[in-house]
């Protein structure tokens, strides 16, 4: 089956597909920058009722500064810019919901093909892991540091009885 670039959605079994993923899955102008269709797992993820978040400026979906210090609109220009020609994207970044809470994300971009540069977004919400691979690189870091200064010996025995 060819990607029919007259598809205006209303396929039912593909809308189905895309409206029932548990992905968060966008399509957006490349030219425009905006929302064009979304599933509601894209809303929910972001905050924002379906009917609103179509239509948004994707600049309104990302804190002006990434926590590491990188402008968000930058790397959000360059990352459309690149899938818009037909490059695959795939990153991590923070995102801003409607009520200001940041999420991690995921996010793979393709170009889809047809006349206009439409671009497919899947979003997936990463923060869970982000916050335990944080805790547990944090918890990593301090045994690693009393044990680096500890003046007394450390060892450690196995369950079977032998040392480590």
Do not use: K
């Not at 905006?34 to 009917?51: Q, R, S, T």
């Not at 991690?104 to 971009?109: G, H, I, N, P, R």
């Amino acid at each position: 089956m060819e990607w029919d670039s007259t598809w205006d959605g209303s396929d039912s079994l593909a809308a189905r597909l895309i409206e029932m993923a548990p992905t968060a899955i966008t399509i957006v102008d490349g030219e425009q920058r905006i929302v064009l269709h979304a599933n509601p797992a894209a809303a929910d993820l972001f905050g924002y009722p379906l009917d609103e978040y179509l239509g948004i400026d994707i600049a309104r979906l990302v804190p002006e500064v990434q926590p590491d210090g990188g402008d968000s609109l930058v790397l959000q220009e360059r990352v459309i810019t690149s899938a818009a020609r037909g490059t695959h994207e795939h990153y991590r970044r923070w995102i801003r919901r409607r009520d200001g809470e940041l999420r991690f994300v995921e996010v793979d971009l393709v170009h889809l093909p047809g006349d206009r540069p439409l671009i497919r977004s899947s979003i997936r919400d990463m923060t869970e892991l982000h916050h335990a691979v944080s805790a547990l690189a944090e918890s990593e870091a301090r045994t690693r540091a009393v044990l680096e200064t500890a003046a007394d010996a450390v060892i450690t025995i196995a369950q079977d009885g032998r040392v480590q």
